[in-house]
């Protein structure tokens, strides 16, 4: 966690462009991002903050490849047909095992391809992410997965994962008003919550009860009359195979009282009275601040103070924008506080930042998707999969001995293609080349750089360090007396040194 100071500036107003140089532009692609290359950096310097929060921010106009409804089969989990749902109820009226056992035999083989599908659902997600030219609009899409929380296994349906993934997608940087309106008709949310099995004679308070606390005020927001009479107004809310469903006749549509708000309110009733809270921008603010400036505890009272006042800035700045996004991104981005040396490196990276970032801003080969997501996997972070409807801690809860060493193996096979039980053959087609980050080998005024000057041009241009003793170390360490400096064996070798310290863990 960043350490504050009495220096630390709580401002809102934009940075100077006088202020803007490459750590900030650095600063700025790794949190509105992965990492970039130096000339991606450079390029930002160049263009100065403002047209360079622009160009992450408005990524509507960057071409990219459009997400497609038939990218992947939407029909392996589907409902049975009507004449199908009588055929199996007569065979369990009939105890016909044969006929019930064909059915359970398919079910069984449906499931077995939806978990074929999944898994290419993730390489689909974690390809974009290495691969986008709209970086901001993918962090934000991990972001919205992480805040509105479905697990995989629980809906076992690979198709609505990928539906819910789109519209977080579309959604990245529009309303918060229209995201809390689609998650409300969202099939794998409504599943993972159990909504489909809210009815009026029967209320299920389970998502009414999530919504408020974890997608939108925060705990001690609400009282248990608002979560039932929440529960109320969501009673119908469903889905029919791929699509959201209302069914009027489980629909409550007597009068209810929700955070002061009293009417015959159905969910959109309950939407409207969750964006008249106070409490909703404050806790979608700090939300916010956390994933994209500093871990901060979620209870104002804990967080640092002046994390707390300018947290309350955004705010009011969102209510303001009335729940618009991009403004409030781009004010939080271009503001003096986001650049404060106190919230500058001091974020750990998860491990889609770490793999992702690492790809992007070092420009290591991709090597093997399924290596890598199973790397995250063991790192903490498998998307489509978070822990819990409360998402991933982040933070410090990234970082255990166990991680570590992950983390460190991810980097080397990054590297070198090389894994603890050894190579491995699939990430091999490529070879790391580190000589792009040495300013002194891109250099024509300088003849024959030394071990010393390689190690550190790459401490600078990986961690933005310049430390003559840590270079010399790394120099030492590197070297072999049958390589010359600029031999890529010794500049992977420095690489990989650089990346196993702790510095390179933060971001």
């Known amino acids: 966690m960043p350490q504050q100071n009495r220096r630390a500036t709580d401002s809102l107003a934009q940075i100077k462009s006088s202020q803007f140089g490459y750590r900030q532009a650095k600063h700025l692609l790794n949190r509105a991002g992965f990492g970039g290359t130096e000339q991606q950096i450079t390029t930002l310097v160049e263009w100065g903050p403002e047209k360079a929060v622009d160009h992450l921010i408005d990524f509507e106009d960057i071409p990219a490849e459009p997400d497609r409804r038939d990218e992947f089969d939407h ?49 689909w997600w ?18 919205w997965h992480g805040h509105f929380a479905t697990g995989y296994r629980t809906i076992e349906d690979s198709y609505h994962m990928y539906a819910q993934n789109r519209m977080f997608r579309a959604n990245a940087l529009g309303n918060f008003r229209q995201l809390l ?21 029967q209320p299920n308070e389970n998502f009414a009860r999530e919504i408020m606390e974890l997608f939108s005020l925060g705990e001690g927001n609400y009282t248990e009359r608002d979560i ?30 929700i955070l002061s708000q009293t009417g015959n309110l159905d969910g959109d ?14 806790f979608i603010s700090t939300k916010l601040y956390r994933f994209f400036v500093a871990d901060i505890p979620l209870v104002p009272a804990e967080m640092p103070a002046v994390s707390r006042r300018f947290v309350a800035k955004l705010s009011n700045y969102m209510a303001s924008k009335q729940y618009e996004l991009k403004p409030v991104m781009r004010r939080m981005l271009l503001s003096q506080h986001f650049y404060d040396p106190t919230v ?16 992007r801003s070092l420009s290591t080969p991709t ?25 991933w801690d982040g933070g410090r809860a990234w970082i255990s001995t166990a991680t570590m060493f992950v983390r460190q193996n991810t980097l080397v096979y990054l590297l070198t293609g090389r894994l603890p039980a050894g190579i491995n053959p699939t990430g091999m087609d490529q070879q790391f080349n580190a000589a792009p980050l040495v300013k002194s080998l891109n250099d024509p005024s300088i003849e024959s750089p030394t071990h010393e000057q390689i190690a550190a041009d790459l401490l ?48």
């Open 344 to 359: 500058m490196g001091n974020k750990i990276k998860s491990p889609a930042e770490l793999v992702v970032g690492s790809i």
């Open 75 to 123: 029909t392996i989990m589907r409902s049975l047909s009507r004449d199908e749902q009588m055929e199996r109820r007569l065979a369990r009226q009939r105890r016909d095992e044969e006929a019930i056992d064909r059915f359970r035999k398919v079910r069984q083989a449906a499931q077995r391809a939806d978990r074929k599908q999944i898994r290419a659902v993730q390489k």
């Open 367 to 391: 090597r093997d998707i399924t290596t890598l997501l199973s790397a995250m996997d063991k790192m903490g972070q498998a998307i489509f999969s978070p822990p819990s409807v409360k998402g």
């Open 181 to 201: 309106s689609s998650i409300i008709r969202d099939p794998a949310m409504l599943r993972y919550l159990n909504n489909n099995q809210n009815r009026k004679a």
């Open 126 to 143: 974690l390809t974009r992410m290495i691969q986008t030219p709209r970086p901001l609009q993918e962090k934000l899409t991990l972001f």
């Open 228 to 257: 039932k009479d929440g529960a109320r107004a969501l009673t119908g809310y469903t889905y029919d195979d791929d699509a959201f469903s209302f069914n009027k006749r489980n629909h409550d549509q007597t009068i209810k009282t």
């Open 269 to 282: 009733g309950f939407v409207d009275a969750i964006l008249r809270s106070r409490a909703c921008p404050a």
């Open 460 to 507: 600078d241009a990986i961690l933005g360090i310049r430390d003559e003793q840590m270079a010399r170390h790394i120099a030492k360490a590197a070297q072999s007396p049958d390589r010359s400096p600029d031999d890529q064996r010794t500049l992977t070798a420095m690489t990989t040194l650089i990346t196993s310290m702790p510095q390179y863990q933060l971001c």
